[in-house]
Structures are given as structure tokens and as C-alpha cells.
């Protein structure tokens, strides 16, 4: 049972996928290849795919790699995003070659009427337009030494940009408002939600590494999920983007706003373990990626790897499946109850073996 609510957005359409207005949370990732090739692209987007990732963006830099989104989108089969900065001639290419959505920063876009062309190509081809505020590139949060500050100006910055596109009756757009800063972030979204009802990106931009950087935006992004807000989400990592789609899962599973499939919980181990758990949990979570993708379950299947009788099944209740260590041995129960014993070379074989005929019998 989840102990917050939703705020209500407006939805928006993006290639087929909706976001807002109390869709899912949707997943997305950023290509990190040279969009100039095409086919390096649509490589990595497909291994994007097979992780489950449910909206993909693309940097376009310049003309020839605006001119290749018609070719990425014949081979792909999620919706493509367009980052656009300073041209609006490469956005207005990508429109013509059928992108999904921009995210463009009206500020830095070109002039007044410059800007005007590009909306009204956008709402003619009913494309979304994200606006991307970012701390490190506007100079002006950059004045300012305290995070609420610092906030207030992101969030300014943002409802000046929505403003322009709502001068032209434009109102397909999606806001974000990233900072490396957690608490400059968080407080820049809430004050932008209390002011307008558009789908909001999450991201905690500059995250760093896999390790540091899922940590920092699982941190960040939990505040934000927590407080309600949020429509989509990247986990943006200094690593193979696959990495970003993975641990958005787990982080919107883990507030139970999305399903992954199978979660695996286990006990972080003490002198009562006689069995190399750290190891088994290790080996379990290998033989579960080798799984086919179970996201579209009802629910996801809750497995449990416990040290000692001590920590399963008694805090393992609710675990759909579960072994508990003993001294060469383990105690196996299902749905809090226990139904056998298994010897540790056997536990990931026969939770796997479980796993499956969980799935086959609904």
C-alpha cells in the first residue's frame, strides 16, 4: 500500500506512450553514441528496448544528425526524443524527418520569431516540447550561494520558458529542472508544481558513476516520487545507458510504482550466517537477468535470500518464495509457510525452478 498520492498532471502523448494525468511512470535513457551514425545508434536503442526503456533521447548536434532520425525510427520500436540547443533549423528537421518530441530550451533557441516557427511546426504535428532547465548552463542560479535560492531561479527560469510556448497557445510540454544539487532540485520542482499542472521529468543531472550516481538519484528522485510529483524518469549515469533503465526500474519498484518483474530481498548477513550468502545472492541475481522480461506481470515476484531462521521467513512474510540459511542446509517456505529444506548448492536452482512455475501458474 502507498502512502502518497499522485499529483494530477495534464497527459501528454509521446509516440504512443502517455505520460501524466496519472499514467505510469515512465522509463527513460539517453543515447550516448554519435547519432551521425545511425546505425551504431539504433544498436544501442535496441539493447535500450530489451531493457525495458520506454522513451529514448538523442543528441542532434547538427544537420546530418538530424537528417538520420527518419532512419533511426524505421528500426526502433519506442518513442525518439530530439536534445536540441541554439538551431532551430535542426529542430525543425527533426520534426520534418518525424521525431517524437524536442526538449529544447526556448532561451537559448534563437530569437523571438524563430522560436514561433518551431512551435507552430510542433503543434501542426501535435509534437511535445520538453523544456530542459538546467542548473550548470543558466548563469544566473549560479549567483546565488544557497540551495532555495538557487531553486527559485530554476523555477523562474522554467515558467519563463512555458510562458513563451504558451504565448503561441502551445501546451504539449513537459517541464524538467535538473541540478546535480539534490536539495536545489527537489525544491525547484515543488515550487514549479505549485504554479503549473505539466508532466514533469525527473532527473538529478551530473549524477556521476553507476555506483555514486544511482545512489545520488535514487536519494533525489525517492523525495520527488515521494512528494507525489513526477511522470517520467531518467537515472542519469556516467555508464552504459542499459545501466539508467535498470535502476529506474528497481527505484519505481521499490516505491511500488512500477513493476520489474522480480525483486530480490535479502539480509545484509552477521555471525549467525553459515552459508556464503553475499555469493548465492550474487549468483540469484545473474540467474534472474538471464529470465524473460516479466514487467508486464500483475505484480512483481518477491524472492527472498535469508542468513538464518532469525531473518526468514519471519521478516520475509510476504516474499512470494524464500530460502532462510541453516548450517548446510536451508529452510525453503513459500508465502511465509515452510514447505521443505535445501541443501546451499541448490537454493538459486530451486528459486529459479520456483520462479517459473510461479509465472506459468499465474
Not at 505520460?19 to 544501442?44: C, E, F, H, L, Y
Request: charged share 25%; hydrophobic share 40%; proline share 3%.
Amino acid at each position: 500500500m502507498k502512502f502518497f498520492k499522485r499529483t494530477q498532471t495534464r497527459k501528454i502523448n509521446i509516440g504512443g506512450v502517455t505520460i501524466g494525468g496519472g499514467s505510469p511512470v515512465a522509463v527513460q535513457s539517453m543515447t550516448n553514441t554519435d547519432t551521425r551514425d545511425w546505425r551504431a545508434t539504433v544498436k544501442q536503442i535496441k539493447r535500450l528496448e530489451e531493457a525495458g526503456c520506454e522513451i529514448v533521447r538523442v543528441s542532434l548536434p547538427d544537420m546530418e544528425a538530424a537528417q538520420n532520425v527518419a532512419k533511426i525510427k524505421e528500426n526502433i520500436k519506442i518513442p525518439l526524443v530530439a536534445d536540441i540547443h541554439f538551431d532551430y533549423r535542426i529542430a525543425l528537421e527533426a520534426i520534418k524527418q518525424g521525431i517524437d518530441k524536442l526538449r529544447i530550451n526556448p532561451g537559448n533557441i534563437g530569437s523571438k520569431d524563430k522560436v514561433e516557427v518551431l512551435v507552430k511546426e510542433a503543434k501542426a504535428s501535435r509534437i511535445p516540447i520538453r523544456i530542459g532547465v538546467n542548473a550548470g548552463s543558466l548563469k544566473s542560479v549560479h549567483e546565488f550561494s544557497d540551495n532555495s535560492s538557487r531553486a527559485k531561479e530554476l523555477a523562474k527560469a522554467a515558467l519563463e520558458h512555458v510562458k513563451i510556448l504558451e504565448k503561441h497557445k502551445f501546451y504539449d510540454i513537459v517541464v524538467s529542472l535538473k541540478a546535480s544539487n539534490i536539495a536545489t532540485t527537489v525544491e525547484a520542482y515543488r515550487i514549479f508544481a505549485s504554479k503549473r499542472d505539466y508532466p514533469l521529468h525527473l532527473g538529478i543531472t551530473e549524477a556521476g558513476s553507476i555506483f555514486s550516481g544511482t545512489i545520488k538519484s535514487s536519494a533525489g528522485l525517492g523525495i520527488m516520487l515521494y512528494d507525489g510529483l513526477g511522470d517520467t524518469i531518467r537515472v542519469s549515469l556516467t555508464a552504459d545507458p542499459v545501466e539508467e533503465v535498470k535502476a529506474a526500474y528497481l527505484l519505481l519498484q521499490s516505491m511500488e510504482l512500477r513493476n520489474a518483474g522480480i525483486e530480490i530481498i535479502s539480509c545484509p548477513t552477521c555471525s549467525r550466517c553459515e552459508s556464503d550468502l553475499i555469493k548465492i545472492v550474487s549468483d540469484m541475481e545473474k540467474a534472474v537477468a538471464k529470465l524473460p522480461d516479466m514487467k508486464g506481470n500483475a505484480k512483481p515476484i518477491k524472492v527472498a535470500l535469508m542468513g538464518c531462521v532469525v531473518n526468514g521467513p519471519g521478516e520475509a512474510m510476504d516474499a512470494d518464495l524464500g530460502i532462510a540459511g541453516g548450517k548446510d542446509t536451508g529452510i525453503l517456505f513459500k508465502n511465509g509457510k515452510i514447505i521443505g529444506r535445501v541443501k546451499p548448492d541448490m537454493w538459486v536452482k530451486t528459486l529459479i525452478e520456483g520462479i517459473k512455475e510461479k509465472v506459468k501458474n499465474g
